[in-house]
C-alpha cells in the first residue's frame, strides 16, 4: 500500500514515542534502579542532557551542563549534585536504551530493497572510529600503542547501506582486536549479503567463510599477501600427476605496479590469494596518484612513530596502489563501482568526530566518560534511524537523493525540538517531522560533483540528479 506522506510520517512519529517517552523512558530506569524514589532529576532528564540537547558531557563544565539542563527542562541542580548522577546506574541505563533501540529495530520497514536492481539482500559496512582519552582511564580503556600507561577508546560498528540497520555494535577499550569482531559479525552473515569490509578485518578464512554461506565480499587486500594465477603450461610427472609446485605462478606486485601510470586500474578476473589457503577470486589493482600516494606515506609514517615499529620497504612501495578483492561478479559489481561502494566505509564515521564530538574529553570520572559515549551513540542511533526513513520519503515522493552528510547535521539541529515534541504528544512530533522533511527536501538533496557515483548510482535506483558544477575561479 502506498501511504502518504502524512501517514507515514505518523507511523515513524508513533516509533519514537513507543521508544523514547518520558513513561516508557521511566519504567526502563526503574528495571535497572537508576530511579529509586521521587526526584527532579529523571530519566527523561538524563536522556535530555546526554542526547537531545547535543552535550558534550565528557567536556563540557559542570556548571554549564547545568545551566542547560535548566534552560531546556526547568530542573535546577547543583554541580556536584548533577556530577554524582552520572554513576553506574545511569551507564547501565543509557545502555540499556541503546540495546533496547538496536534491537528492537527502529523503523525497520524503510529500505532500498525494494527499489534496486541488485540482487543484494543487505550491504553491510564493517568498521571502527578510535580516538584518544586522558592516560588516566588507561586502567578501564587501554590503548594500542607500545605504553601501557596511554589510554584509548575504539567503536566497532556494522549496518546496513540498504535500511540504515545497525547490525552490530562493540565499545570497548583502543587494544579490543578488529579481526576478533569480525568473527563474531559473521554469525548473522545470510545468503546474498554483501560485506564491506576495511583493511583491519582482513583474514582469508573469514571471506571464505562468507563465500560459503553464499554471501559476498569486498575487501582491501593486505599488501603483503601473495597473490597467484593458475599456470597455462603446469609440469607433470611421468605418470601424469601434476607437479604441485607448477599449479600456480606468484605475481610480482612491484612489477605489477610500476607498469600502470598513477590512477590507472587493472583487472585479474581469475585469481588465488595466499601461500597456503589459494582462496579463488577477483583482483583489482589501482595505482594511486603521486599526492595519494605521498598522502598515505605521512599517515604511515605517524603511526609507526606511535606505535614504535617500522614498515618494510618493499611494502612502503606498494602503498602507492590499492588492490582490492571480491566474490562478485563483474555483472553485480563492474569494477569502476568497487572503490566508490568501499568509501561508504568512512563516510559514517566521518560524522561522527565532526558533528557529534564523540571523541572530545577531559580528565573526568569514567561514568561520566561512559555516559558520554553510551548517549552519543544513542544520538547517532537516532541520527540514522531518521535519517533513512527521510531518504526512502524523498525517493519515493520526489524521486530524489538525499546527502547522508548534509542529514546528519540537519537532523541533529532538530534534537532539541524532537526532545520537546515527544514530550508533548505523537500529533506535536508529527509537526516537528512535517517540518524536518520540508528542510530535507529543500537543502539535503545530493549534489553529483566530478562525475562521482553515489550509492543510487551504484544501486540502479532511479532519481533525479541534481548537478553542481565547479564554478570559475
Not at 618494510?312 to 590499492?322: A, F, I, Q, T
Amino acid at each position: 500500500m502506498d501511504l502518504s506522506l502524512s501517514e507515514e510520517l505518523h507511523l515513524f512519529s508513533q516509533e519514537l514515542q513507543r521508544f523514547l517517552s518520558p513513561i516508557v523512558l521511566q519504567d526502563l530506569a526503574k528495571q535497572v534502579d537508576f530511579v529509586q524514589r521521587s526526584s527532579k532529576y529523571q530519566a527523561n532528564e538524563l536522556i535530555a542532557l546526554c542526547v537531545w540537547l547535543s552535550q558534550e558531557v565528557a567536556s563540557t563544565l559542570l556548571t554549564q551542563l547545568c545551566s542547560r539542563l535548566e534552560a531546556s527542562t526547568g530542573v535546577l541542580m547543583s554541580p556536584e549534585g548533577l556530577n554524582q548522577r552520572f554513576n553506574p546506574a545511569a551507564v547501565a541505563f543509557l545502555r540499556e536504551v541503546f540495546t533496547s533501540l538496536l534491537t528492537q529495530k527502529l523503523c525497520l520497514n524503510q529500505s532500498l530493497s525494494a527499489h534496486m536492481t541488485s540482487t543484494f539482500n543487505r550491504i553491510r559496512i564493517l568498521d571502527a572510529t578510535v580516538f584518544q582519552l586522558p592516560d588516566h582511564f588507561a586502567m578501564d580503556y587501554r590503548g594500542s600503542g607500545g605504553s601501557s600507561n596511554t589510554a584509548g577508546v575504539k567503536i566497532q560498528l556494522e549496518y546496513d547501506l540498504l535500511s540504515g540497520q545497525f547490525l552490530n555494535v562493540q565499545l570497548g577499550p583502543e587494544k579490543n582486536n578488529d579481526k576478533t569482531y569480525g568473527i563474531i559479525c559473521l554469525e548473522t552473515v545470510e545468503t546474498d549479503d554483501l560485506c564491506l569490509r576495511d583493511l583491519g578485518y582482513f583474514d582469508l578464512s573469514d571471506l571464505q567463510s562468507i563465500h560459503d554461506k553464499e554471501a559476498y565480499y569486498i575487501s582491501r587486500l593486505k599488501l603483503n599477501t601473495r597473490i597467484y594465477i593458475k599456470n597455462p603450461e603446469p609440469e607433470y610427472f611421468k605418470n601424469g600427476t601434476l607437479k604441485k609446485q607448477t599449479e600456480y605462478i606468484q605475481l610480482d606486485m612491484t612489477q605489477m605496479m610500476s607498469d600502470l601510470v598513477p590512477d590507472e586500474a587493472l583487472e585479474i578476473p581469475e585469481a588465488y590469494i595466499g601461500q597456503n589457503q589459494k582462496l579463488p577470486t577477483r583482483v583489482m589493482i589501482h595505482r594511486l596518484t603521486d599526492d595519494q600516494t605521498q598522502t598515505r606515506l605521512k599517515n604511515q609514517a605517524i603511526r609507526e612513530k606511535k606505535k614504535g615499529i617500522i614498515m618494510k620497504d618493499k611494502s612502503k612501495c606498494l602503498m602507492g596502489m590499492n588492490v582490492y578483492i571480491t566474490n562478485t561478479s563483474p555483472e553485480k559489481v563492474p569494477t569502476e563501482y568497487v572503490h566508490p561502494l568501499r568509501w561508504q566505509i568512512e563516510i559514517l564515521f566521518k560524522t561522527w568526530k565532526s558533528f557529534f564530538e564523540i571523541d572530545e574529553c577531559k580528565t573526568i570520572q569514567k561514568e561520566r566518560l561512559e555516559c558520554h559515549l553510551c548517549g552519543q551513540l544513542i544520538g547517532i542511533l537516532l541520527c540514522s534511524s531518521t535519517m533513512f526513513p527521510m531518504r526512502q520519503l524523498l525517493l519515493e515522493k520526489k524521486k530524489q537523493e538525499l546527502s547522508e552528510y548534509k542529514a546528519i547535521y540537519m537532523i541533529k539541529d532538530y534534537f532539541p525540538l524532537l526532545f520537546q515534541a515527544i514530550a508533548v504528544g505523537t500529533e506535536e512530533l508529527l509537526n516537528i517531522l512535517h517540518r524536518l522533511y520540508q528542510l530535507l527536501k529543500k537543502k539535503g538533496r545530493k549534489c553529483h560533483r566530478y562525475k562521482k557515483m553515489t550509492v543510487f548510482d551504484i544501486l540502479g535506483v532511479v532519481y533525479e540528479k541534481m548537478v553542481k558544477h565547479r564554478q570559475a575561479a
